[in-house]
């Protein structure tokens, strides 16, 4: 574009009923000008680009704006509105040697940088950033350094205003013992991004167990939805959704609570499999990916219903039994916080936590202990933990969200935050919850593989958990996952063993282990070097049923 330059050097001018002209000769019927530069950058791919605001004035004194990234190929007519059939080629050329002149040559008043990121929490320059929904916030007194904009469309509630003191009470005291753990398990799903930056773990989900009909789905929706879509941060535990694609939403949603509604027992295995890999996927996202939405789920119980590895990282609020009049009165009085109040509670903690993100920080530090200047951590885990550091963990962390809002949103009245109240109801609750995990861990440790492997064979090919066969022409031993059911023997690979009892157990099975138990208990058909057999071409574990079926009976099948 040498000679384009060349000739805007020249003089160059806008002649009303004449048009954009270069000494005498008239290049367009209207003169366009760059009036700003925004630049934008996502925090997120490291990505950046610029757009810039060009106005347009036609001969007739008429003006059009729009924003445009290229100069090259800006369509003027599709763009602006004007007719452009007669500008040259070369005409556009020099258009475009004009904009870009000007924008290199803008004013900083003129020169915007945006910023944009999915929601979660970020360092930008210093300055800390949260995004929620479709709601980027950053400290107030930084909000004239750059313009922070959200990538997501999700809608977040708001209310104008509110009488703030009587909405905390309300929502604190609703429901004693419960609604002070929901309000600041909820609290911490909006603040869960930044405590993750400043290396707080909180690699666990939150469990409202109540019996039916017992407000635990209504309540947990109450506190924690703050999307005008409320549909959009909830599915149920029956519905069919790929973990890939449940993981991404929950990553999606971060400075959110996400719920998953509807634990309930299941008659079948593969049921009941398909519920404990939902939860560990959930489980496993919320304790790797910091800029994650907080999970919240329901049930009747959670007994049976997981492993001790994914039970102790549910925190368990208890909404206890109650009659049909007690129940009534709750739903009635409902009304009374059915309002986008919690939405605009989290909104604003948010803020407050941003605008004094240094104190924040120290008192975190304080809080975990993390910094060498503090001799000793304001936490103290209670006696009653008995020593469990994932429940020791909840606790302090729903403490520290606590002590946060108290000292940044009730002026440090601990009486309206509900500190005494949120401590006691965590200390019942938390007494039943270890007992429940020792007794978890007790029965995990004293459960029988063998009784295992006889429910699986006794499924035979109804078996969801491996392909079982029951005659030779079906049987591929090159096959993964297939077993063969045949003469009063269950024939399986190793690898296929293992992996089959790692499905119904929910955890790692040592093959040796098992190996050997069976050789001890005389259940293997052996060959005599080995403990394998070839069937097929290829070695596999030959279990004699009858004898694993005397052992069973002997121990007690009903254990299973």
């Given at each position: 574009m040498i000679e384009e330059n060349k000739m805007l050097s020249a003089e160059q001018r806008f002649e009303e009923g004449r048009g954009f002209m270069i000494g005498e000769t008239v290049i367009a019927e209207f003169e366009p000008t760059v009036t700003e530069r925004y630049h934008y950058k996502n925090l997120n791919t490291g990505e950046e680009t610029d757009e810039y605001t060009v106005v347009t004035k036609d001969i007739y004194g008429s003006t059009t704006s729009s924003r445009v990234s290229d100069f090259l190929k800006i369509?003027?007519?599709?763009?602006?509105?004007?007719?452009?059939?007669?500008?040259?080629?070369?005409?556009?050329?020099?258009?475009?040697?004009?904009?870009?002149?000007?924008?290199?040559?803008?004013?900083e008043?003129?020169?915007?940088?945006?910023?944009?990121?999915?929601?979660?929490?970020?360092?930008?320059?210093?300055?800390?950033?949260?995004?929620?929904?479709?709601?980027?916030?950053?400290?107030?007194?930084?909000?004239?350094?750059?313009?922070?904009?959200?990538?997501?469309?999700?809608?977040?509630?708001?209310?104008?205003?509110?009488?703030?003191?009587?909405?905390?009470?309300?929502?604190?005291n609703f429901m004693p013992k419960v609604t002070v753990v929901l309000f600041y398990a909820a609290l911490l799903g909006a603040i869960k991004p930044l405590l993750n930056h400043l290396d707080v773990k909180t690699d666990f989900i939150i469990g409202i167990v109540a019996p039916s009909g017992h407000l635990k789905t209504s309540l947990t929706r109450l506190y924690t939805k703050w999307l005008v879509d409320e549909d959009e941060l909830e599915i149920?535990?029956?519905?069919?959704?790929?973990?890939?694609?449940?993981?991404?939403?929950?990553?999606?949603?971060?400075?959110?609570?996400?719920?998953?509604?509807?634990?309930?027992?299941?008659?079948?295995?593969?049921?009941?499999?398909?519920?404990?890999?939902?939860?560990?996927?959930?489980?496993?996202?919320?304790s790797k990916v910091g800029n994650s939405a907080l999970?919240?789920?329901?049930?009747?119980?959670?007994?049976?219903?997981?492993?001790?590895?994914?039970?102790?990282?549910?925190?368990?609020?208890?909404?206890?039994?109650?009659?049909?009049?007690?129940?009534?009165?709750?739903?009635?009085?409902?009304?009374?916080?059915?309002?986008?109040?919690?939405?605009?509670?989290?909104v604003r903690f948010v803020q407050v936590l941003l605008d004094n993100y240094q104190d924040v920080r120290e008192t975190v530090e304080q809080y975990i202990g993390n910094n060498i200047f503090y001799n000793k951590s304001k936490f103290e885990m209670p006696e009653w933990c008995k020593g469990s550091t994932r429940v020791g963990n909840q606790v302090r962390?729903?403490?520290?969200?606590?002590?946060?809002?108290?000292?940044?949103?009730?002026?440090?009245?601990s009486k309206l935050s509900g500190r005494i109240q949120l401590h006691e109801a965590l200390e019942e609750t938390g007494k039943i919850q270890v007992k429940q995990l020792e007794r978890l861990s007790s029965l995990e440790k004293e459960e029988d593989i063998l009784l295992m492997l006889y429910q699986i064979?006794?499924?035979?090919?109804?078996?969801?958990?491996?392909?079982?066969?029951m005659t030779e022409s079906q049987?591929?031993?090159?096959?993964?996952?297939?077993?063969l059911l045949k003469d009063g023997c269950f024939n399986i690979k190793?690898?296929?063993?293992?992996?089959?009892?790692?499905?119904?157990?929910?955890?790692?099975?040592?093959?040796?282990?098992?190996?050997?138990?069976?050789?001890?208990?005389?259940?293997?058909?052996?060959?005599?070097?080995?403990?394998?057999?070839?069937?097929?071409?290829?070695?596999?574990?030959?279990?004699?049923?009858?004898?694993?079926?005397?052992?069973?009976?002997?121990?007690?099948?009903?254990?299973?």
């Open positions: 369509d003027w007519y599709r763009d602006f509105g004007i007719i452009d059939i007669e500008l040259s080629r070369k005409g556009k050329r020099i258009l475009a040697a004009k904009l870009q002149r000007e924008a290199r040559n803008l004013a008043e003129y020169c915007h940088e945006e910023i944009v990121a999915s929601p979660g929490f970020y360092i930008k320059d210093g300055v800390p950033i949260m995004i929620m929904g479709n709601q980027a916030m950053l400290p107030t007194k930084e909000e004239g350094k750059f313009t922070v904009v959200s990538s997501s469309a999700s809608l977040m509630k708001h209310i104008d205003s509110m009488d703030l003191k009587q909405e905390i009470s309300n929502y604190i149920s535990f029956d519905d069919s959704i790929r973990s890939d694609i449940l993981q991404k939403r929950i990553k999606q949603a971060a400075g959110q609570n996400f719920l998953i509604d509807d634990l309930h027992k299941k008659a079948s295995i593969y049921d009941q499999n398909r519920y404990k890999e939902r939860l560990d996927k959930a489980v496993r996202t919320v999970i919240f789920i329901t049930a009747e119980s959670l007994k049976g219903s997981t492993i001790f590895s994914i039970h102790d990282r549910i925190l368990q609020i208890k909404i206890p039994r109650m009659d049909s009049e007690e129940l009534l009165i709750y739903k009635m009085s409902m009304a009374d916080i059915s309002h986008s109040y919690m939405a605009e509670i989290a962390v729903l403490y520290l969200v606590e002590d946060l809002f108290c000292q940044y949103m009730c002026e440090n009245d064979i006794e499924e035979g090919t109804n078996c969801k958990d491996i392909h079982i066969v049987y591929s031993s090159g096959d993964k996952n297939m077993a190793g690898e296929d063993l293992i992996n089959v009892l790692m499905k119904r157990v929910g955890r790692p099975v040592s093959l040796k282990k098992v190996s050997d138990q069976l050789h001890k208990e005389g259940i293997l058909d052996e060959d005599s070097d080995k403990r394998t057999k070839k069937v097929a071409s290829r070695r596999h574990y030959v279990i004699n049923i009858a004898m694993l079926e005397n052992y069973c009976k002997f121990w007690g099948v009903e254990e299973v």
